[in-house]
């Protein structure tokens, strides 16, 4: 990228964005009809399948923790998810993101409900760029709260940082390849704000940390309003409607569609 | 007013009688699962819309046999745990595949259940719900339940684990009128819709 590109310039970022604007998140719950809980997320290019299955029996039986469920996140990368084809097996990134959602989730899952027995998660990215282990944080929220999982709270996350000399949310990997950038993914219990996950890549001061900290907790609440609207849209509270009274209303409409042509 | 609630939503604010699938922090009352409240409810309460079947005493299930060993038979009641009756509770044994009712008797703080009463169910079928949208399927007193088999003509027995037997009459509109009820269980006016859908 352009060693000449700076934001405090520009005012505007590579992609159009301003410097506090996440890229456009959308996701759909209920995607897998075997999984317990499931979730679709696109988030700018990223695209991630997440499946929630069980309580159920703890394999190998030695990982199995008698006054607490044991969460076990698969985080996996498609080898076309990347530019450059992706070896398709398990590598040492895939087993650290993996370890660190599953720590995250447990602490928002109520585990010792539910002892001696396993809660699987496998989160599959699709498509990647940028971002992936905090979209599949949230995509994984959602499909435990889908699957009926009691939880503390959803774990709401966004990545922030700084490229070409701005503190910017939700980097995209242009930036993330910025010659100054600094990647911090971050994930909070949105009501207590409590922080579940938070690594760093880079340098920052003092002054800055304190400024992409907040700038962190203000994304990851404009996620928890997406993730909230995602599972609260799929059940309407109205009435039910049997096969007779749904083709009444139908017939009401297409008669009123016949009255209106029949005047024009 | 209802309304639907996520994990972790505030539902009260101020202290009010709890009832079940909510928690309290700092005063505050909030939703354990993703449910529908009812503000208007003396007690803060969320029926749950998802969920896994978690035994509790005195629960009917319908379990299947998983296994068999020298002293009795494994059960699987849908539950995250395997059940187990001893042979001597059977008058005639059972084989693999079997489908009997029970009545859970005990939980361990393990959530592992004690079956009593096993009775094994003939030839019928069997239909998986969502254990958490099951009571809907029995309905206030035993309405829906009533209506379900005098509409189908099916002999039905619905285990509180989202499991749901029957045999003869017509099963396939058993299905069907199941999968509604289970799909619009969260919705009002659900028993006339059903009565309409079976008078078709």
Known sequence: ????????????????????ETRPLSIKTGVIENADGSAYLEWG???IYAAVYGPREVLPKHTANPLKSVIKVEYRMTSFSVPQRKRPGPNRRDQEISKVLGEALSRAVFVEQFPN????????????????????LTAASVALADAGMPMRDMVAATGVGKAYGELVI??????????????????????SEEIVLLQMDGLLTRKEWDAVAKLGIKGCKQVYEVQKKALVNKF????????GQATKTVKKKAVKKTVKKVKK | MKKVVIPGEILF????????????????????????????????????LQGPYVPRRDDS???????ENFAGYGVNINSFNECFIPKSAMRTPLTLGDVIIAKVSNVSELKEADLTFPKRMG?????????????????????????????????????????LWARNGDLELLKKTVKFIEENSYKSNLTNAVESLLRK
């Not at chain 2, 079940?20 to 969320?46: C, H, M, P, Q, R």
């Not at chain 2, 299930?61 to 296994?67: A, E, L, M």
């Open chain 1, 117 to 136: 027995t396993e809660i699987g998660v496998y989160v599959e990215v699709v498509d990647a760029n940028a971002g992936s282990r905090v979209a599949c």
């Open chain 2, 123 to 163: 030839d019928g079928e069997v239909i998986s719900v969502n254990p958490v949208r099951s009571p809907r399927l029995i309905g206030k007193n035993g309405s829906m339940l009533d209506i379900l088999s005098q509409g189908t003509d099916c002999e039905v027995f619905i285990g509180k684990n989202g499991r």
């Open chain 2, 13 to 48: 604010e101020e202290r009010k009688r709890l009832g079940s699938n909510v928690f309290v922090s700092e005063g505050k009352i909030y939703s354990k699962v993703l449910g529908i409240t009812d503000n208007e409810n003396e007690t803060a309460t969320v029926v749950p």
């Open chain 1, 236 to 243: 309407e509270l109205s009435e039910a409607k049997g096969k």
């Open chain 1, 45 to 47: 290019q990223n695209k």
């Open chain 1, 1 to 20: 990228m352009d060693r000449k590109i700076d934001y405090k310039k520009t005012k505007k970022r590579l992609d159009g964005r301003k410097m506090d």
């Open chain 2, 61 to 67: 299930v319908v379990g299947v046999i998983t296994r």
């Open chain 1, 170 to 191: 939700d980097l995209n990997k242009d930036e993330e390849d910025a010659p100054d950038a600094v990647d911090i993914p971050i994930a909070i219990l949105p009501n």
